[in-house]
């Protein structure tokens, strides 16, 4: 589907769900090259950056956080990947391709663009980076939110579905920090090549804005991975601890009531036993046994065994 997003000060035409139709169109009427087009309607294409001057076509490929489930609650936080917004400007006219859930991004850059009718195609591209750029820092901080949540949880009970949940997380991060790369390294690249093509000076302004933006959330993007793969590790450790405490306890009981067993074990028999013919046998044959496990946990204790 081809959408009129605006006309001045240029065109731009917003493409989603992109069927045959649309493609002759856009092959026909706008003159795009075919492998553009492949490139920009591929959802695994990754970030970059191609300068065509013989077609007089930029074409920038940039990575954003996709949500793929909603947080019914918070044991079941939003799970993130990366999905491409394309932007391709082809004389004066801007195209955009994406993924139908970035629609309201579009309309915020619809807005911005109706508030600034001196916005050239490249300025406006640039504007809407940092638009993106911003993106991942709402979508990291999100997770910072659900992961604190789970982080109470697991202070009072560790849970598998808390467990289960944290991973979550920690795979989106992982998404969200190779989007972040990968943009980052596409932006470079497009402050290279301003530079050399002694871009105006809006639009350096506007670049060095982006970069340093770009910067941050990979930088938050590390740390927030980093934490939550520690916070993973320390509840792995937790649980094991946990398991270790009860076969220690399991392990400790066992060896005490062993004696109990052993020595109604050998009374039980058809034989003759001290003590056996006295009437009070049976209290001295229990204290015997208790004085023998209180001997075996003194042992225990004693050792650090518990």
């Not at 916005?119 to 991942?136: D, I, N, R």
């Not at 770009?214 to 930088?219: D, F, G, V, Y």
Request: net charge neutral.
């Amino acid at each position: 589907m081809i959408k009129q997003c605006a006309t001045e000060p240029f065109n731009w035409l917003d493409v989603t769900d992109l069927d045959q139709n649309d493609k002759r169109m856009l092959l026909k009427h706008h003159q795009l090259d075919p492998l553009s087009i492949e490139y920009a309607t591929d959802r695994h294409e990754r970030a970059h950056y191609i300068n065509d001057l013989d077609q007089q076509t930029s074409m920038i490929i940039f990575n954003l956080p996709l949500p793929k489930s909603a947080a019914a609650n918070q044991q079941q936080p939003m799970h993130f990947t990366i999905s491409p917004l394309t932007f391709i400007v082809k004389e004066g006219d801007l195209f955009t391709f994406h993924n139908p859930q970035f629609n309201l991004l579009i309309s915020q850059l619809k807005q911005l663009l109706s508030q600034h009718h001196n916005w050239t195609s490249p300025k406006f591209v640039l504007e809407a980076l940092f638009a993106g750029t911003q993106y991942y820092d709402e979508v990291i901080e999100q997770l910072n939110d659900q992961r604190s949540n789970l982080v109470d949880n697991l202070d009072q009970k560790i849970q598998n579905q808390d467990l289960l949940a944290l991973a979550e997380i920690e795979k989106s991060f992982v998404y969200i920090l190779s989007g972040t790369q990968t943009n980052l390294m596409l932006l470079e690249k497009i402050a290279q090549a301003k530079e050399t093509g002694k871009a105006k000076r809006v639009e350096h302004k506007a670049i060095i804005k982006l970069l340093i933006e770009a910067r941050q959330a990979e930088q938050m993007a590390k740390i927030s991975l980093d934490v939550t793969e520690r916070l993973t590790a320390t509840s792995n450790n937790l649980l094991n601890n946990n398991l270790n405490d009860t076969m220690k306890f399991l392990t400790v009981w066992s060896l005490v009531l062993t004696i109990p067993t052993i020595v109604t074990g050998f009374y039980g028999m058809n034989v003759f036993l001290p003590l056996a013919k006295y009437s009070l046998a049976w209290i001295l044959i229990i204290v015997l046994t208790v004085i023998l496990m209180l001997i075996l946990w003194y042992y225990l204790k004693k050792h650090r065994f518990i």
